[in-house]
């Protein structure tokens, strides 16, 4: 299950955990127009942990999930290339 609230300078996505035993914290997604950061409570300090990505590696990581293993470098222009 998600939320999606839209706010002054950023829309916030939150990704709620649901149907396994152990669940996980909640992961608060914050896009704003030049990054990305990804928030979540570590359950072992209580303690709120923060990721940023910036636009590029948001682009980066949405083309690395239709991807077998490599190593590849997005072109603008076109689609992925292997090196």
């Given at each position: 299950m998600f939320?999606?609230?839209h706010e002054f300078d950023?829309?916030?996505v939150t990704l709620i955990d649901e149907g396994s035993e152990r669940l996980n914290e909640d992961?608060?997604?914050n896009?704003?127009?030049?990054?990305?950061t990804l928030e979540q409570v570590d359950?072992?300090?209580d303690?709120?942990?923060t990721v940023t990505l910036s636009i590029s590696q948001l682009t980066d990581l949405a083309a690395a999930?239709?991807?077998p293993e490599g190593v590849y470098r997005l072109r603008r222009d076109t689609a992925?290339?292997?090196e």
């Open positions: 939320t999606i609230e950023s829309t916030v992961v608060i997604i896009a704003f127009e030049e990054c990305v359950p072992r300090t303690q709120v942990v999930l239709d991807l992925p290339a292997a």
